[in-house]
């Protein structure tokens, strides 16, 4: 008996287990955001000329909307005014200058990864993934470039696609959020440091799962990672990314930039497992995770699915959007997001229909506990060209416990009479009844909970890869310890 | 030692007084009955048994085994072997039949230091109790009792009864709602589970079901209180006069 009860109470007592520090040496740039950071950054990584001038532009721009105080504030998000010149805008692990093998990777950085349950080594290769990690502000390792690259698929780092292939950044950097986008994304392409570039050519269906593994470990630095992946005609990919970060008292920031490009029959499928460091129970500390994500269906009968199982960061600001623009072309969100303690997460997408025939799905579960607020915002736009455009949208909302919010706004926009819109949207409180009857099975309270969230996220889980999928379900039963009392 | 012991049990809900010093000895491999019109407080002992926590005991004492019933939560209650066939079961969306109730005895196995079963072999056992219960082998994947019909959900119950193979079954108007063909197929799978060292309580308004699934012993409760208690032949006795009649007669039950 009392082995059950010790059991409840040591998971409800359960701290952020990925909060450890690595003792890494770094290298970073000194706090504060101005030109000659830029200059240093972009040097930092030899980039071309293109990229510091497009980087200053972006700098130049995000001067102006700092000055008009053009920071959103729409978001059902509270949190105090950032102070942008006390963040240093690069740490990288102290290196040697290149990495050619494994085995020249820092082995502490290696033991972090293992620490993380993310063995950089040939394991992967059976599981069928080829893992990008980014430490910090870089890229540390790709595992499986040269199985890829036989099959001219290109996957590596950001930075070493800026250097590698710097017509094919040129092409389709910011081609998708410009500079200009939001406040957060001109942050991003000024300051960017590094993130994963993906390419697949006509015709490949790339027989792996690409994933990155993203990690903030050094203190006071925010992330500012950004990721393109272009699927060229006829081509496929699917994409994972994991993220942590240590335990730190203070809020960090953490400003990405997704680009999604698929053209004529090309499919990409992009799924994002985020468990940031959520702040503590009394919501100290914690990542603001403000991350502008969204992908262009640009060929006829492409596809974008978007897949998130959102369960970390203090703040989340976050809007996985698809353009369909190619007739027939088709765009997906999946989301399930989950706020404890004093978690607040506003988050959606945005589907642009402007090609014909073009569909989108929605499927939104918000899990609320604790003092957790959970918002969906979602838009769906039908445009005067997009004849015979669907939608379906289903927007449910789970509340645990009496002290935490959920929040829909939808925003609706259609412009051409043979459009179908679907909306469905439900709140319910996991009920007491429920509850008793899994207990009352032999089920403690906390499996009862998570069993209950769990079937009510399914239809999310379903779109996740298998083995990201059970990783979910895992990780959405950590985060909800202690959430019943 | 007796299976379960009930001393002057006294519960309160939302201020009132629904139990108001029950008595009961179930010793192991008995059936008993209990019978008594609305309102007289049936559904909240078998609530109460199988520890709902938001029915408050406020005096009285129940040792299940020995041990102290009213200290257990309800999974606790759920791990030393007592099984409540809701009357009303609950639909759990997204979690397929097959994997909750193996989730379920898998608890019940790790309470016992036993270990968990997985899902190869759980499966024949698993199939032999839906053929007990009559039951499609579809409904093995269908989430937990949605959109399950009413007989359905019933049938659910006593087909989890059957593989969890609790010690105290207690059984809460499993008969409403049935038809015929249902009722008799429920109590094939309850009978099938009688055995010397598992008892049952059936609570049941209606003396339809007894035919079915014959008591040792019947006890009518009224107000609060049970009033009467006899043999099967008192089922067929509360059928012809009404309980009326009975709740005048009160008298202590034997011990």
Redesign the interface.
């Known amino acids: 008996?009392s082995t059950?009860?010790d059991t409840i109470r040591d998971l409800a007592e359960r701290e952020y287990k990925w909060g450890f520090i690595s003792n890494i040496e770094e290298d970073r740039v000194p706090k504060g955001l101005n030109e000659e950071t830029i200059r240093l950054i972009s040097a930092k990584k030899q980039e071309p000329e293109f990229m510091l001038e497009w980087r200053l532009k972006a700098y130049r721009h995000w001067m102006s909307l700092e000055a008009s105080q053009a920071e959103p504030k729409w978001a059902n998000v509270k949190y105090p005014p950032i102070n942008y010149q006390d963040i240093a805008y690069y740490s990288a692990p102290k290196q040697k200058p290149k990495l050619e093998s494994m085995e020249q990777v820092d082995p502490e950085l290696l033991r972090t990864y293992e620490k993380l349950g993310i063995p950089l080594q040939e394991q992967k290769l059976f599981a069928g993934v080829a893992v990008d990690a980014v430490f910090d502000s870089v890229s540390v390792a790709t595992t499986f470039k040269g199985k890829l690259a036989e099959m001219g698929i290109i996957f590596c780092s950001f930075s070493e696609a800026v250097r590698n292939h710097p017509e094919l950044v040129q092409k389709y950097l910011g081609s998708v959020v410009p500079y200009t986008d939001n406040f957060f994304a001109t942050l991003n392409s000024a300051v960017f440091t590094d993130g994963s570039f993906v390419y697949v050519p006509k015709g490949v269906r790339c027989p792996l799962e690409l994933s990155t593994y993203f990690r903030i470990n050094a203190a006071e630095t925010g992330q500012f990672e950004r990721t393109l992946i272009v699927a060229d005609e006829g081509a496929s990919v699917s994409y994972l990314e994991g993220c942590t970060a240590p335990i730190r008292d203070e809020n960090q920031l953490h400003a990405a930039v997704v680009e999604l490009v698929a053209l004529d029959n090309a499919q990409i499928k992009y799924s994002t497992v985020q468990n940031w460091y959520p702040g503590d129970k009394q919501g100290k500390g914690g990542i603001y995770n403000f991350v502008t994500k969204r992908g262009s269906c640009r060929g006829v009968n492409s596809k974008i699915s978007w897949t998130q199982v959102e369960t970390g960061s203090a703040i989340t600001w976050k809007y996985p959007s698809c353009i369909l623009q190619g007739d027939n072309s088709v765009g997906e969100f999946y989301s399930v997001a989950l706020t404890n303690n004093y978690q607040q997460a506003d988050t959606g997408t945005k589907m642009i229909h402007l090609g014909k025939n073009t569909r989108s799905t929605i499927v939104s579960k918000g899990i609320s506990a604790g003092h957790g607020q959970n918002t969906y915002r979602g838009q769906v736009k039908i445009l005067k060209g997009a004849t015979g455009a669907r939608n379906y949208t289903q927007c449910d909302s789970l509340l645990i416990g009496d002290k935490c919010g959920a929040h829909t706004f939808p925003y609706i926009d259609v412009r051409n009479a043979s459009a179908r819109m679907e909306h469905e949207a439900s709140t319910s409180k996991i009920?007491?009844?429920?509850m008793?009857?899994?207990?009352?099975?032999?089920?403690?309270?906390e499996?009862a909970v998570s069993?209950?969230v769990?079937?009510?996220?399914?239809?999310v889980f379903r779109e996740l890869p298998m083995e990201f999928a059970v990783e979910a379900q895992k990780l959405l039963s950590v985060s909800l310890e202690g959430s019943v009392g | 030692m007796s299976l379960l012991e009930i001393k002057d049990l006294k519960v309160r809900v939302d201020n009132h007084d629904i139990l108001k010093g029950i008595n009961l000895t179930v010793n192991p491999g008995e059936v008993h009955s209990i019978m008594g019109p609305n309102g007289s407080g049936k559904s909240t002992l078998a609530q109460v048994l199988?520890?709902?926590?938001?029915y408050a005991v406020t005096g009285g004492e129940v040792l299940f085994n020995g041990k102290d019933l009213l200290a257990?939560?309800?999974?606790?209650?759920?791990?030393e072997g007592i099984?409540?066939a809701?009357q009303?079961?609950?639909e759990?969306?997204?979690?397929g039949n097959a994997y909750?109730?193996r989730?379920?005895?898998n608890?019940?196995r790790k309470?016992h230091g036993q270990d968990e079963m997985d899902a190869m072999d759980f499966l024949p056992l698993f199939r032999e109790k839906l053929k007990l219960l009559d039951m499609d082998e579809k409904l093995m994947n269908r989430?937990v009792n949605e959109g399950f019909s009413g007989g359905e959900k019933k049938r659910n119950e006593i087909l989890?009864m059957a593989v969890?193979q609790p010690r105290l079954a207690i059984l809460d108007e499993t008969d409403s709602g049935l038809d015929i063909d249902a009722l008799k197929i429920v109590s094939k799978g309850v009978n099938a589970m009688r055995s010397p060292d598992r008892a049952m309580i059936v609570v049941t308004h209606y003396q339809r079901l007894l035919n079915e699934i014959v008591p040792d012993f019947v006890h009518v409760l009224a107000n609060g209180r049970i009033v009467k208690s006899g043999g099967p032949e008192l089922a067929l006795e509360l059928e012809e006069k009404g309980y009326a009649e009975i709740e005048d007669t009160r008298q202590p039950m034997p011990a």
């Open positions: 008996m059950n009860v009920g007491e009844d429920q008793f009857y899994l207990r009352q099975r032999g089920l403690t309270a499996d069993m209950i769990n079937g009510f996220c399914k239809r | 199988a520890r709902r926590e938001a257990m939560k309800p999974e606790e209650a759920a791990c099984f409540l809701f009303y079961p609950v759990i969306p997204g979690i909750f109730l989730s379920a005895l608890a019940v309470y989430s989890q969890l």
